[in-house]
């Protein structure tokens, strides 16, 4: 596809407007380690970007190297789900991913007994990298789903920036789950989005892992998509494959045939995953901070293309109801996804 490239007022005031919202950030972002994205910034100017650019529907690089045409936004409320944290803007994916998360939310119900999702963060408007708690959700192929069920009455937009995550880790004990938080609707319910040909993995946290190697005892097929990561305590990273015909999306390597509950699984449980740098270790350089120019060359056509006319016009599944949504404001050093504690300083939190 051809985009029309931005005139240089354009160009302008979108620079301009990255530099207040940049300058109005206060949360690190966990994963680049840094406090407020520079104004120019990849993080900066597709951060500042409120609605999707109009094109057909193309995920473009890596799931943490990359940005997103086409995208469209999963509705505020749908009869089997809730959007959270809405003032984030952050409810953009590929269409793909936004009818496989109305389809999970569906078979959830009617086959397991799960009330409803409550889905967190998908990506930006147009994706690419976000100022705080993702590396990844960069092409709009992520997808955040808390692992507290959805509750009967429709929250407010107040309360939706408000719920605190509930970790399924019990406290005061190393990697181990919650016996009065996990159930078997936990565990059927990520087996349930591991089932599906698209998704290529869902990240959980270790505890997670070893509890569903130990104790389930369905079909194993799907086990081994689900991968330990650093946090991940709260909710589950769904990531699909790139959708047939995306030439310009950039697949993961694929993982191994096993269930996942061997070698690597219990390295997670050794000191090495969390042990602290050495004393006399010299710190990790920061990493240089991302640019447009870092990105795939598309991307940068991406960032300057027309935007969809209203975000009504976009959402990819049934009607969006309005909210009056809260002023967007930086995460609150609480509210990043929640770690496993202590992490080391060196360890991402998030992809």
């Known amino acids: 596809m051809t985009f029309r490239l931005a005139s240089p007022f354009q160009t302008i005031g979108r620079l301009a407007l990255a530099g207040i919202v940049g300058a109005s950030l206060i ?10 994205p520079s104004p120019g910034s990849a993080k900066a100017l597709f ?6 650019a109009q094109g057909p529907a193309q995920p473009i690089g890596f799931y943490s190297k990359g940005c997103m045409l086409g995208g469209v936004a999963l509705p505020v409320d749908g009869p089997t789900w809730q959007t959270m944290r809405l003032s984030r803007n952050r409810r953009w994916g590929d269409p793909a991913m936004i009818a496989l998360l109305e389809q999970l939310s569906r078979d959830a119900r009617q086959k397991i007994g799960w009330p409803g999702l409550l889905v967190g963060d998908i990506a930006q408007p147009r994706g690419g990298p976000m100022f705080n708690g993702h590396a990844s959700h960069q092409i709009g192929l992520d997808a955040d789903v808390w692992l507290t069920p959805m509750p009967s009455r429709r929250m407010t937009a107040q309360e939706r920036e408000d719920l605190p995550f509930t970790t399924t880790l019990q406290k005061g004990k190393f990697l181990t789950i919650d016996p009065t938080v996990w159930t078997q609707s936990h565990a059927k319910l990520l087996m349930l989005a591991a089932s599906y040909r698209e998704v290529e993995r869902i990240f959980v946290n270790p505890a997670i892992k070893k509890k569903m190697c130990d104790t389930w005892t369905g079909d194993r ?3 081994g998509k689900l991968r330990p990561i650093y946090g991940h305590d709260s909710h589950f990273h769904i990531r699909m494959k790139c959708p047939p015909g995306a030439a310009a999306c950039k697949p993961q390597a694929p993982i191994t045939d096993d269930d996942g509950c061997g070698k690597s699984l219990a390295w997670w449980f050794t000191k090495e995953p969390w042990a602290a740098p050495k004393p006399n270790a010299r710190p990790p350089k920061p990493p240089r901070e991302m640019m447009v120019s870092d990105l795939p060359k598309s ?5 300057d293309a027309p935007a969809a006319a209203s975000m009504a016009a976009t959402n990819g599944g049934s009607a969006a109801t309005a909210l009056t949504v809260a002023p967007a404001v930086p995460a609150a050093a609480g509210d990043l996804l929640p770690a496993v504690g202590p992490v080391p300083t ?3 939190l998030v992809q």
């Open 27 to 36: 949360a690190g972002d966990a994963g680049a380690q840094q406090k407020q």
């Open 47 to 52: 951060g500042s970007v409120s609605l999707p």
């Open 221 to 223: 097929t799907n086990l």
């Open 299 to 303: 991307c940068a056509a991406v960032l």
């Open 346 to 348: 060196d360890k991402p």
